[in-house]
């Protein structure tokens, strides 16, 4: 068995338990929406998906030991593929036409850059120099993109995936210098870069977390994407790694990473939301103070009104049907003041003023804080039977 297809056989079980730790993360992220780091930290699901991610991390390391960083990084995209029937089975609902499709599509193009990224192990690492440039630059753009702004979860994500590619190139050169029989096991070089690849590691795996509380699909893809992205880049660019075929096997590998591309977004409009709760209504608090007085407006006595001075008309609105004004000047009736029962003057309102006759208002009610309230309230008047010529009213 040749070092490449063991490459491939780890990469694959590596990809499927990457798959069940995604899940198992998403699930976790959606009971939990808003809790905090150290809350994760006493969740048995947490430690779960972390033992998975764990396993994944350590296979994947051996599969970089048998094959170039080009072979093994885009097999990585298979997560994607094992978690959409991994996650349409917890949930209880079968895989959808438009999955399966994205699904082949997916597998079509890492075929095409498998075929044009197969080469041998590679021979040379990053120095401590090279390691350090790269883990800065690293972390700033992770910085930049972990600032608060719109569409956290794609953000989170991608920095996700560029924090894990980046801890695959360097786990690379760990495991190259330190089964490097000419030097030391536990040099500078190797010490550093395994704190560098331990730092990323944990970056992306709290930045995937807080991720997946939009949801599995999007955030997932656009981690699968930029992990090999991120590898592939210092793979070419610092690792002497080369696709094979020249022009014609580049022209491939680009065309099949557009089909793979297609089958993830294929795969990340399949995939379901989870719901909204519904936001309970709220009545307005205006309407609460209509029907219920607070204790200070009962608790405040209200000085009573000058008998000699006239009242000022109060406006009074009554419900009607749409278009009919409701707005009205109710009439102001003088009371004599020896008689506040009786109205006086020729401001009679018996008749066509008012039908329902004089307004009784009562007498005193009491001392108490609630009193002067309720003698503002207009008082209910039962109609009684008049005559058609109304007789005037007379004082007592």
Known sequence: MSAVLVAVLL????????AAAAVAQERLASRTSGTGTLRLLGSGAWWWSVTLNASAALLHVVALRYGPLTVVQPLGALTLVAAVPMGARIAGRPVSAVEWRGTAFTLAGLAAVLATASGPAPDDVLGVPEALLVAGGTAALIGMLSWPGSRPG????????????????????????????????LSVQVAGVALLVAAFAAGGLLLSQTAYRSGLGAPLAVVTLANPVAAGV????LLGERLQGGPVGVLSALAGAGLASRGVTLLTRAAPRHAEAPVPRVPPAHSAARTNPSPADLATPTPPADPTVPAKPVPWTEPTAPGIPVARMSPVVPVDPDHPTVPAGPMDPVGPMNPMGPIERPGPVGDHPAAAVLAREPQPVAPERRSRSPQPATAP
């Open 11 to 18: 990469s694959l079980v590596s990809a499927v338990a990457y």
């Open 234 to 237: 210092i793979g070419l660019c």
């Open 154 to 185: 794609l953000r989170h994500a991608t920095a996700s995936g560029i924090a894990s590619g980046v801890a695959s190139a360097l786990t690379q050169t760990v495991t190259v210098a330190a089964t490097d029989r000419s030097g030391p096991l």
